[in-house]
């Protein structure tokens, strides 16, 4: 929230000087918890440990020992046990029938009030009535969101009007090395179906 309205500050024609009591939030040996521990919620761990922070995460199955261990990562069977101690609070689920709202009024309440929610999986995994209450009420923090429902939000979402919320357009692969490595990835599938060969990013069904 901090580089947002920083930034504002920065460059608003009417700033004078910089107020020397403008803090933030540490990152560095904070608790981030990671809800969704698959290759991409993995990742995320991996950069935090550059961070030095504690790591724990809630997922269908518990990773390997070995994967825990490389990361530092402490396993939280109820997501509850996540929600209460973390300080920073990171959705990286698919959307599924199981995924939707899966954090509401309830959820959110078990956060730290000093707490931020960041979403960069799907807007629907978060009960966005509830965020705007949760938001506006100081039950948390803050929320940094990707993702939104729909995207883009209507002009007029109470979400847009909150000064302790950033919305970025999910932009979570919008770079150009991104966009090409997906390009080409799908190109190798499809030339693998073609040549009869096995396919590399096969999808099986569940």
Known sequence: MYLHS???????????YFAVDWLGVE????????????????????????????????????????????????????MEDLL????FVMLVVNLTPE??????????????????????SRGAVIDQDALVEALQNKVIRAAALDVTYPEPLPRDHPLLKLNNIIITPHIGTATTQAIRMMAEEAIANMLAVLNGQPIPSEVFPK
């Open 6 to 16: 920083g930034c504002q500050i920065a460059v608003s024609p009417d700033t004078k």
């Open 27 to 78: 990152v560095t040996r904070a608790t981030l918890g990671i809800i969704g521990m698959g290759s991409i919620g993995y990742k995320v761990a991996q950069r935090a440990r550059a961070f030095d922070m504690r790591i724990l995460y809630h997922n269908r199955k518990q990773r390997g020992k070995e994967e825990e261990e490389a990361v530092r990562a402490h396993y939280c069977e109820k």
């Open 84 to 87: 209460q101690q973390s300080d």
């Open 99 to 120: 995924t939707h709202k899966l954090l509401g009024r309830k959820e959110l309440r078990l956060m730290k009030p000093t707490a931020t929610l960041i979403n960069i």
